[in-house]
């Protein structure tokens, strides 16, 4: 109860939640025209339409104006140029009942903000604040709001030492609180890496949980299959489709999945397999907002097979692709799971006679089933080769115990009945461990490997 307690505290409201109800946005997205900030593989009309999309995720806010601003260096104080930063300040001040700006950069510093939202005034948000009122939005779980909560300390630290510096710059009174011998900052700062401390203990232990039921799937021997991919590339849809779960209820926005969540399904061979759903990504995602998933992306480096999800009609596709690579290289995944990773083009019904240019990626429509039973043959073959399953042919007398053994410890594929002599061929899928039983048990029988 005194676990719970201190949980629930830590889940209590936040002092980052961007204003209660609706908001009125102009999302400004300032377009880098060269050098080394600026990306090949994008342009500013599909970065700004990524923006749009993560405003619209969210309940009760509106998009009121799209501006693009050129910039050479999205860094500085004020992002733009003097001349460009008038020419924007006067559009925000002529939109009807604006109540914030969206600056499409992953983070702006407290001072920047504080600058601008002076200029503006209106609130400031940028990727990093957004993106964790969207999670903080979709959490449900108790981990996947703790995952928040921490991802939130970066933010409070950052506002603390602006808050701080505003205090010193006020004449008169001590800088010391009422005799503590602590000036405000370090107050504040120890309350916050107590908090944090809390939240990782928190975390661990949930962790530990997890790591638990992990070890009990393991003893079941039933393999996991990871599902990954860009945000709303249709991973849940695709998993629906693969295990029939009709309580699986895809979203088409951004972020819709936050926790790990885990289905059943059937390969050809009736082998049982689990489908791990997974968070999606981002590109641009701050690094703080991934390391704070960790937790939950740590499940992938037990999985048997990786599926990489992508939505092939996306104009940023190739983007897209890189940055999931790029955060699957940084959990410092086994190599064996990056080398045999299976690459799923998903979304084919929206392009006339769709073929992949990429060697061994499969062509799918998660929405309309086209190309999934090529998809769970191809699973099977790299979940047979990752477990170290077999496919074996025994034969075994039918009065004894050996089918119904089978049955409780293997995947039975087909069973032969030969009534002359009471004895049946029997078709299974058996991991090594069982094998090693079957073996013990029954060592009379007559093994042909497939």
Not at 63 to 87: A, E, H, R, S, W
Not at 162 to 171: I, K, M
Not at 286 to 311: G, K, Q
């Amino acid at each position: 109860e005194e676990d719970e307690a201190a949980l629930e505290e830590l889940l209590g409201p936040s002092p980052l939640v961007p204003g209660p109800g609706a908001q009125r946005v102009a999302i400004v997205h300032p377009a880098v025209k060269w050098g080394p900030q600026k990306s090949p593989l994008t342009t500013a009309e599909v970065q700004i339409a990524e923006a749009v999309a993560l405003v619209d995720t969210l309940q009760n806010w509106t998009v009121l104006d799209k501006i693009i601003i050129p910039t050479k260096n999205p860094n500085k104080k004020f992002v733009f140029g003097k001349g460009n930063f008038q020419v924007l300040t006067e559009k925000i001040k002529k939109l009807p009942h604006v109540t914030a700006v969206f600056l499409n950069v992953e983070r702006i510093s407290s001072l920047t903000k504080k600058e601008l939202e002076g200029a503006w005034g209106v609130k400031v948000f940028d990727r990093y604040t957004v993106v964790l009122h969207i999670f903080r939005c979709n959490a449900r779980t108790k981990e996947a709001k703790l995952q928040v909560a921490l991802a939130e300390i970066p933010l409070l630290r950052s506002n603390l030492k602006n808050e701080a510096s505003q205090r010193d710059q006020q004449r008169g009174g001590s800088r010391y609180i009422m005799g503590s011998g602590e000036t405000f900052l370090e107050t504040q700062n120890r309350v916050l890496k107590e908090r944090e401390l809390k939240i990782r203990n928190a975390l661990e232990k949930l962790r530990r949980k997890r790591a638990l039921l992990r070890t009990q799937r393991r003893k079941c021997e039933f393999p996991m299959v990871s599902v990954m991919g860009y945000t709303n590339c249709g991973k849940t849809t695709l998993i629906k489709a693969l295990t029939g779960e009709a309580g699986l209820q895809p979203r088409d926005q951004l972020f819709a999945t936050l926790d790990i969540t885990a289905h059943a399904g059937y390969l050809p061979s009736h082998m049982a397999v689990i489908y791990v759903d997974t968070i999606g990504f981002l590109t641009d995602l701050p690094h703080n907002l991934v390391e704070s998933f960790s937790a939950t992306l740590e499940e992938v480096a037990y999985s048997d097979l990786i599926v990489h999800v992508r939505d092939i009609t996306h104009p940023e596709t190739i983007l897209q692709k890189a940055t999931v690579l790029s955060v699957l290289r940084n959990l410092n995944l086994p190599s064996h799971l990056l080398d045999s990773m299976v690459e799923v083009h998903n979304k084919v019904d929206l392009i006339e006679r769709y073929k992949p240019t990429e060697e061994n990626a499969l062509a799918i429509s998660a929405l309309h089933g086209h190309g999934l039973e090529e998809l769970k043959q191809e699973i099977e073959k790299k979940i047979l080769t990752a477990t170290g399953k077999k496919i074996l042919t025994v034969n075994i007398n039918l009065e004894g115990p050996q089918l119904s053994w089978l049955y409780k410890e293997a995947a039975v594929q087909e069973v032969e009945v030969l009534p002359e002599d009471g004895t049946a061929r029997v078709k299974v899928i058996i991991g090594s461990s069982a094998f090693g039983r079957y073996k013990n048990l029954f060592p009379n029988s007559k093994i042909f490997m497939s």
